[in-house]
């Protein structure tokens, strides 16, 4: 299994941390896919119900931030393309409309992995298009963002 850096270590912690509400050191298997999706996974339902039996072998309803980082490191991959990157939006898109709340974004880039300053993040999102909802339509702005690779 490919060990994870420091960074992805870290970045992984400080997702745990923000889903381990109470402090215990564990985090109810209900939230596994949304913090694998996180930290950089973007495993389908499926995928995410056949995960929970290795993260919860036992049978408890939680997991530990030791078993999410077996996960990852059995699990890894690098969202280098924009395909990728806009499948990582997609765990934001709970209605599959091809749009994210603003809001909801904001908090993420301010609060996981490299957190971002309210200046930087309004820097970001500067250019990109958001409805009359505060919904921001996530392909054109990680057209946007990312490089033509052509």
């Not at 280098?80 to 994210?100: A, L, M, P, S």
């Not at 300053?117 to 309004?122: K, L, N, W």
């Amino acid at each position: 299994m490919p060990k994870l850096t420091q960074e992805q270590l870290s970045d992984a912690q400080d997702a745990f941390n923000l889903y381990d509400r109470d402090g215990d050191g564990k985090i109810t298997l209900a939230d596994l896919g949304t913090l694998l999706r996180c930290c950089g996974k973007n495993p389908t339902n499926a995928e995410v119900e056949n995960i929970k039996a290795e993260a919860d072998p036992s049978g408890t309803g939680s997991f530990t931030f030791e078993t999410l980082k077996t996960l990852l490191e059995k699990y890894t991959f690098k969202a280098d393309n924009e395909q990728d990157v806009k499948d990582c939006f997609r765990i934001f898109d709970k209605d599959g409309t091809g749009f994210v709340p603003v809001s909801e974004l904001r908090h993420v880039l301010t609060t996981l992995g490299e957190k971002l300053s309210a200046a930087e993040v309004d820097d970001l999102l500067r250019d990109a298009e958001v409805d009359d909802n505060g919904n921001l339509n996530y392909a054109t702005f990680v057209h946007m963002l990312m490089p033509s690779k052509n």
